[in-house]
């Protein structure tokens, strides 16, 4: 069994790998793999317009899919363990409606927390509002005779508050930043830069092993609230240490890039298929799927059409419906 799991998470690894590399090699430029090669590994000895492609654009578009994938795929299988449900992920209960909301402010009403630099306006605005929506999670996790269900119903009612300011706000907006702002909402990796990608890939491996370090813990409680309480799991204490991690990384990478659905509900989905319910493979697993379909689909939204860079949120979502009506429907015993 352990052998098993190990192979699949290489595999994974292996297919990673190689989305990465179609991601970086496949393009409109018409430069060969070859010298993509020669000008990543002798970036000074190119023309600026090819150093321009290869380290403005290319590499920091593969890299940033990795990275929002890993945060997304690790966020979204602590969340459904914590909350029990596996239809909850930091898309479907609220952080990505917040994080639009936050980057409505910015774009339509210029609102932004004083001192903030002007090309950080919208990721530091969507950043708070997005955070802010999961520890109003925490907040009703925590009242009296809340239980997982309460935490679900309120994190779509969020959802829905929130897309109600967002869409007031565009009644209001003028035709560019409404152009902006719907913009936005798709998802892109092409707001990817480098210090994005240094700031969301130094939070994973900060949080990473603080989340596997938990893996016992979120296993049993996998098992049921009783059984883990009477193994000596103290399940608040739990809860509330796995809702900042996913905080921190969910916020971040939607305010980097945008509104990205269906990563955190569908990658732990398939990692538990894979490798079961033990999180000391399922955590890593996630983080792994997630890195794989994101990779997967940036490949896709930049060589569907031609010459055109397809919003990646618009691919995933398309990816997650299915999925996601596949798990409601087995939910109600339907298929």
């Known amino acids: 069994m352990l052998r098993r799991r190990v192979l699949v998470m290489a595999v994974i690894m292996g297919l990673i790998a190689c989305s990465v590399t179609l991601d970086f090699a496949l393009g409109p430029s018409g430069l060969s793999p070859a010298r ?31 990275c929002v994938g890993a945060a997304l795929g690790l966020s979204g299988a602590e969340m459904q363990t914590i909350l029990a449900n596996p239809l909850a992920s930091p898309f479907t209960l609220g952080v990505s409606a917040a994080a639009a909301f936050g980057a409505s402010l910015a774009i339509i009403l210029q609102w932004h927390i004083p001192g903030v630099p002007e ?45 109600a300011l967002v869409s007031l706000l565009q ?46 813990r979120l296993t049993v409680l996998r098992m049921g609230e009783e059984r883990a309480a009477s193994l000596g799991v103290d399940i608040p204490r739990v809860r509330r240490a796995a809702l900042l991690r996913i905080s921190i990384l969910s916020a971040l990478a939607v305010s980097f890039v945008g509104t990205i659905g269906f990563i955190g509900l569908v990658a732990p989905h398939i990692a538990r ?31 569907i059409i031609p010459g055109v860079i397809i919003p990646t949120g618009i691919v995933t979502a398309l990816v997650g419906i299915p999925f996601f009506l596949t798990i409601v429907l087995r939910r109600q015993g339907l298929s």
């Not at 090309?119 to 907040?139: E, K, M, P, Y």
């Not at 990796?189 to 603080?210: D, E, F, N, Q, S």
């Not at 079961?276 to 060589?303: K, Q, T, W």
């Open 273 to 303: 298929r894979l490798l079961g319910e033990d999180h000391r493979f399922y955590l890593p697993g996630s983080m792994l799927v997630g890195c794989l379909i994101m990779s997967l689909s940036s490949v896709a939204a930049r060589n």
């Open 119 to 163: 090309t950080w306006i919208v990721s530091t605005d969507a950043f708070v509002f997005s955070i802010g929506s999961v520890f109003l999670l925490d907040l009703v996790s925590r009242l009296r005779g809340s239980g997982t269900g309460t935490v679900v119903l309120f994190g779509i009612a969020l959802v829905f508050m929130f897309h």
């Open 171 to 216: 009644f209001i907006a003028s035709e560019d930043a409404l152009q902006d702002l719907v913009f936005w909402t798709m998802g892109s990796l092409t707001r990817a830069t480098w210090p994005k990608i240094g700031i969301l890939a130094a939070a994973c491996v900060l949080i990473a092993p603080l989340s596997f370090r938990a893996a016992w």
């Open 36 to 66: 993509l090669l020669h000008i990543l590994l002798h970036p000074h000895d190119a023309p600026a317009g090819e150093s321009v492609i290869v380290w403005q654009i290319r590499l920091p578009y593969a890299l940033m899919a990795i």
